[in-house]
Nanobody
Framework: QVQLVESGGGLVQAGGSLRLSCAAS????????MGWFRQAPGKEREFVGR???????YYADSVKGRFTISRDNAKNTVYLQMNSLKPEDTAVYYC?????????????????WGQGTRVTVSS
């Protein structure tokens, strides 16, 4: 089992930045690929990006060039740096852990989820 807790959400103006954190506890963090997903009001949950155990990243087209995922295995934490935020980025953001190295955008491949942190981008 691995427990995930997100933090760092809040209200930001369009064009601004936020950094989300996801702290993991339980099993060895470095054994997991980590993903970020988001769910906007009234919409399906969607993939944002992921980072493999080895640090390879992959992003959804909607955030590519604006968002960056990184991980610090010594701190058992994965980060989502969000720049140039847009109102359409407003959502609850979730981190998730997968035992699959290349978990991709498929939520079914992630066995552990955090409770989410809300991000609101005002225009």
């Amino acid at each position: 089992q691995v427990q995930l807790v997100e933090s760092g959400g809040g209200l930001v103006q369009a064009g601004g930045s936020l950094r989300l954190s996801c702290a993991a506890s339980g099993r060895t963090f470095s054994n997991y690929a980590m993903g970020w997903f988001r769910q906007a009001p009234g919409k399906e949950r969607e993939f944002v990006g992921r980072i493999t155990r080895s640090g390879s990243t992959y992003y959804a087209d909607s955030v590519k060039g604006r968002f960056t995922i990184s991980r610090d295995n010594a701190k058992n934490t994965v980060y989502l740096q969000m720049n140039s935020l847009k109102p359409e980025d407003t959502a609850v953001y979730y981190c998730a852990a997968s035992t699959m190295e290349y978990s991709g955008p498929y939520s079914s491949r992630y066995g552990y989820w955090g409770q989410g942190t809300r991000v609101t981008v005002s225009s």
